[in-house]
């Protein structure tokens, strides 16, 4: 849409490549780590698509949980070595660099990129004025300061949600009952290496919650994500401080800040002439950064509400509503899988996941499943753009019967046998490529 190249903006915002994220201890405690890859599975030559690989399983009751994102993404073998592929590279088949790479940067120098590339460049009147006063009528808002007037007001005031609580928007908080962190410290530290940069997202669960490493080019963003249920600030400040320690980074001398949030979204994102954007339409925790995919959903569907006419009626409104909550609800689902899948036992916050039943935290009065992961799992598990199955077969879960008929055909352990064969040969391909710290030095950075 905007035509944005990775040349124009990564340098400008300490932007490194992000090809997945790593989940560690979610499912067991001092386990190995398993991949969530920002790709289509490739299931070429798989005769039973992804279920090939639990059959592989049911043959080979040891094998790893992480071999499952290397058997069908081959994204997750470049992120294992510290590798990018090249660009336009065609050799990794199922792999489109344009498609399947994300990023991590500094979100702050990102939006001043875009306002000094496209908004004052395009002149956009862009005015810089503290709003002091919000009049309101039945159609929403009114004016501002009691002289800007809209036909579309947009809500980007964060947490704050300023319009949608001028309006009386109401706010459903039921899903904060399934999701139930609700704190974070967070802090920028030191690459431990100077010269390495990885490319995911290590998200590794602890005490009380889960602790994120983010590598932008200049610095590493740290976070723990934790429950007052079960934790005060205090507390949970030394267990991100022993982590940071255990691990290698500096921990002492460094600034922390304590950030508090709800889960929780607008039951009508899109109200009256309010449209929420963002953290005014709603919020899940950060596992899996859905927050930034749900303000690029919700832009979009935004765009296709404004290109049917130069006005907005009440079917749009309802339209942009809809599409909002399932996809938010379905967020929900999936972020709750990654804790209540869970066979960790060994402090009171992961035991409260251990034993307590999904299906008495009906969040979804709509839904006659309500909130049964397990049905939600069957019904996108073979969905290829959605993620499902990664968590789903690194938290140990098995789709399959206990002993599939499958195994007795002739051409499942051939396929099993090639499908090995071709992870192989892209390890040793993927071994030949650059680091993804001299990638970004030559393409990037030109240090």
Not at 63 to 73: E, F, G, I, N
Not at 416 to 441: A, P, Q
Request: charged residues 30%; hydrophobic residues 35%.
């Amino acid at each position: 849409m905007l035509d944005i190249e990775d040349t124009d903006f990564m340098k400008a915002t300490d932007a490194t490549y992000k090809l997945n994220i790593t989940l560690k201890d979610f499912y067991e405690k001092d386990t190995e780590a398993f991949s969530y890859p920002f790709t289509f599975p490739y299931e070429t030559g798989l005769p039973r698509g992804k279920n090939l690989w639990f059959l592989k399983k049911q043959t080979r009751p040891g094998l790893s949980r992480s071999d499952y994102a290397r058997w069908l993404s081959p994204i997750t073998i470049f992120s294992e070595q510290g590798k990018v592929p090249s660009y336009n590279d065609r050799r990794i088949p199922g792999f489109n660099f344009k498609y399947d790479i994300a990023y991590h940067f500094d979100a702050h120098k990102l939006g001043v990129w875009l306002r000094d590339k496209f908004i004052k460049p395009n002149k956009v009147k862009h005015i810089l004025e503290e709003i002091t006063s919000i009049e309101t009528d039945e159609n929403g808002i009114k004016t501002l300061n009691k002289k800007y007037t809209a036909d579309l007001f947009l809500d980007c005031s964060g947490f704050n949600s300023i319009l949608m609580n001028k309006i009386k928007s109401e706010k459903n908080r039921s899903a904060s009952k399934i999701l139930i962190n609700d704190r974070a410290w967070v802090a920028r530290v030191p690459h431990k290496n100077k010269e390495e940069r990885s490319t995911t997202t290590l998200c590794t669960a602890i005490q009380n919650g889960w602790v994120w490493e983010i590598p932008t080019w200049d610095r590493m963003g740290v976070g723990y994500v934790h429950s007052t249920k079960f934790t005060d600030p205090d507390t949970a400040l030394a267990e991100f401080q022993h982590h940071l320690k255990d691990n290698g980074y500096q921990y002492k001398g460094i600034d922390y800040k304590y950030i508090k949030f709800d889960t929780y979204r607008y039951e009508r994102m899109f109200d009256k002439n309010v449209c929420a954007i963002g953290l005014s339409a709603c919020f899940i925790e950060p596992l899996e950064s859905t927050g930034l995919l749900f303000i690029h959903d919700n832009l979009l569907a935004l765009a296709r509400c404004l290109q049917r006419h130069d006005h907005i009626t009440q079917l749009d409104r309802d339209t942009f509503n809809t599409y909002g909550n399932k996809v938010y609800d379905g967020y929900v689902d999936f972020l709750a899988y990654h804790f209540y899948a869970t066979s960790r036992t060994d402090t009171e916050y992961w035991r409260y996941f251990y034993n307590t039943s999904l299906l008495d935290l009906s969040y979804n009065k709509d839904e006659g499943i309500r909130a049964n992961m397990l049905a939600r799992l069957e019904e996108n598990w073979f969905n290829p753009g959605f993620g499902f199955h990664y968590i789903a077969a690194g938290m140990n879960y098995d789709p399959l019967d206990l002993i599939s008929r499958d195994l007795v055909e002739d051409n499942i352990m051939d396929a099993i046998k090639t499908r090995d064969e071709w992870v192989d040969s892209v390890r040793d391909t993927v071994k030949k490529e650059e680091t993804h710290y001299n990638f970004l030095k030559k393409h990037i950075y030109h240090d």
